[in-house]
């Protein structure tokens, strides 16, 4: 079993549509949560850590379930703009190592 | 700042030839990581250094891969032989342990071996 699993997309939506993704995780030590974005041929970029009581970020929204090991990233109103690739990211144990979902790919049409 | 920096954006090389990646961290940050990117296998570590020592190596596929990190601002991962096998953008990330976890990351290396 994946330490992440993220279903791999792709979702795709019109704009001005409510997107949301979900992510398993295996590792129950698990202590720090993100969303990483990754546009098409770039690197990857932090999108924004989860917090265990939730947290909003303009149309983004994330939260996290520690029970269930369950995060989730909830876009409203997506925009052409939000097209990319949403990577679930966990961090285990010390040492800043992350471990990175294959990502959930998102296109937002006309 | 000027980020992560990378070289070379791209390398095509042949089967069988050696490849050296290039990495210069994000001035004052003491975590470095190398990543390998494709599309069936998403992103994997495959090791990372704090403060220039490397922590966890298990993500290195074979004794093909090795990398370094002689100073603080400088890291190589070179892959010898390469094989078709390895194609891949490579990412090199950077991160501070006084931060919040966040990696940033430089724009990759895309190669190719025929």
């Known amino acids: 079993r994946k330490e992440v699993e993220q279903d791999p997309g792709p979702f795709n939506v019109p704009e001005g549509a409510t997107v949301a993704f979900n992510c398993t995780y295996s590792?129950?030590?698990?202590?720090?949560f993100f969303w990483y974005r990754q546009d098409c041929r770039k690197e990857p970029k932090l999108l924004m850590s989860?917090?265990?009581s939730g947290n909003e970020d303009g149309r983004f929204t994330a939260q996290l379930n520690r029970a269930s090991q369950y995060i989730s990233l909830l876009i409203r109103d997506s925009k052409l703009s939000d097209s990319a690739t949403y990577l679930c990211?966990?961090?285990?144990?010390?040492?800043?190592?992350?471990?990175f979902g294959t990502g959930t790919q998102l296109k937002v049409e006309l | 700042d000027a980020g992560v920096i990378q070289s070379p954006r791209h390398e095509v090389t042949e089967m069988g030839q050696e490849v050296t990646l290039r990495c210069k961290p994000i001035?004052?940050?003491?975590?470095l990581f190398w990543y390998r990117q494709t599309m069936m296998r998403g992103l994997e570590l495959l090791i990372y250094?704090?403060?220039?020592?490397?922590?966890?190596d298990s993500g290195m596929p074979e004794d093909r891969f090795s990398a370094k990190m002689p100073n603080a601002s400088f890291s190589t991962l070179k892959i010898q032989p390469s094989e078709p096998r390895d194609s891949a953008v490579y990412f090199c990330?950077?991160?501070?342990?006084?931060?919040?976890?966040?990696?940033?990351f430089g724009p990759g290396t895309r190669l190719t071996v025929l």
């Open positions: 590792n129950s030590a698990s202590q720090s």
């Open positions: 989860v917090y265990s």
């Open positions: 001035s004052g940050h003491d975590y």
């Open positions: 250094f704090n403060n220039n020592v490397p922590i966890d």
């Open positions: 990330a950077s991160s501070s342990s006084g931060g919040d976890n966040e990696q940033f």
């Open positions: 990211v966990v961090l285990t144990g010390g040492g800043n190592k992350l471990t």
